[in-house]
């Protein structure tokens, strides 16, 4: 089990875990172990999560998702296979918890008698300041 939150827990078993060769520097390691981790998890078909947390994680996991709702996380940043794998483990909970967290409604206020004097006021400055740019008159042409 992955515990996300008190009340938000992920088996074992909806994760599924490729091991696959990393990418990039390393030498002989790289090029004979597969040390890096695809860990993927079925985001759309989960009972484990609920709708409004599903949405949400949707939203957030931009183009670690692929059309079917299979979320794809890879790690590949430790030369270990097992430190790869708790980290791609982390990164799937980190992920989970910041969609379970529900954003604030906006309420719409209006500005402040105040502080649409201030603006105003600003902008008649600023105003000024170009006019004053602006070419002098001669009266002598």
Known sequence: MI?????????????VELFIR???????????????????????????LPDAVR????????????????????????????RNRDDARVRLAELIRAATVEPKPRHATKPTAASRRQ????????????QQRSRVKTDYQ
């Open 3 to 15: 515990r996300i939150t008190r009340t938000l827990s992920i088996p074992e078993s909806e994760l």
């Open 55 to 82: 949405a949400r994680l949707l939203k957030l996991s931009g183009n670690r998702i692929t059309q079917d709702g299979i979320l794809i996380i890879e790690a590949q940043r430790y030369r270990s296979q097992g």
């Open 119 to 130: 603006r105003l006021a600003s902008k008649q400055q600023r105003g000024e300041i170009k």
């Open 22 to 48: 990393a990418s990039g520097p390393g030498g002989q390691n790289v090029n004979k172990v597969s040390t890096a981790v695809q860990l993927r998890f079925d985001v759309l078909s989960s009972p484990s």
